[in-house]
């Protein structure tokens, strides 16, 4: 037999005979937070009652202890402390309010404001800049912001580099680094060694890069952490393009995983030619 207090609304409204749709719940709501207002104003009382929509799906998730102690002192900085799940839907809304990936750019009131003036002062002091000062003004009188994209796609592009592929590429220069200062390092006969051991990979043992077709964002961010932020500066010798013109990702984090674990007793010390060849055999491994 089914418990009856376990019964959702609708089953209420079945067993009483009574049906609504949707809109007729979206109407009661208006009216239930209408009285709301009024009950307030008359005593001077605040109701803290938003519209709902009445539509939901239950959605269950796991996340480990870290990340669910992070949660807790996000909502316990909240005027309200809202619960576990309330904190989420607002994490989840707030993400997503900020994703604008394949969306027009938004101004808000003060940018909108500012990118006015400065182009007043533009026009004022005949300044010359390579931006259509004209457009702008009309692409904010107008509401018109997928212009900007569609004209100024250099900086309107709504991609951001994600950290995981960031934390990837530094951790492959930061290997190869380490592969190369100890290649580099070796005797005639300790490259005569390696060669056996480590024979797919030739002479010298050098950083490819990645594949600007396949692989364009990891290229572009080790281009970027060389040639702009001037780090891993061994990589800018001999004008490297950096492209390696073949997938490189799979076989990377194959020597990544034998790489890592050796890292952590690299202070002060080179690879020696055991950890070497095991790193460089690594990447063609099944």
Known sequence: MQDRSRRSGNDFLDLIGLTLTKRDIQDANRRLLAIFDIYGMMYGMTYNITETNMASERFEMRIDSDLLERLD??????????????????????????????????????????????????????????????????????????????EMPGIFHGHVDKPSRLRFVVDVLDMWTYIEEAFEELGEKGKAHLSKEADSFGEPVQFLGFDANSESEHLCIARFLINDLGRFGRFREGHRDLNSHCPTLEGYGKMLRVFEPIRQNLVGRRLNLDQLAAILNSRFAR
Do not use: C, F
């Not at 909240?78 to 938004?106: F, M, N, Q």
């Not at 003036?117 to 018109?144: P, R």
């Open 73 to 150: 002192q996000w909502r316990q900085g909240e005027d309200d402390t809202p619960s576990r799940a309330e904190a989420v839907r607002r994490l989840i809304e707030a993400g997503l309010a900020h994703d604008d990936k394949g969306r027009a750019p938004h101004l808000s009131d003060g940018e909108k404001l500012i990118s006015i003036m400065l182009a007043e002062l533009i026009k004022k002091t005949g300044g010359e800049v390579d931006t259509n000062v004209d457009l702008v003004e009309k692409v904010i009188q107008g509401g018109h912001y997928w212009a900007l994209g569609w």
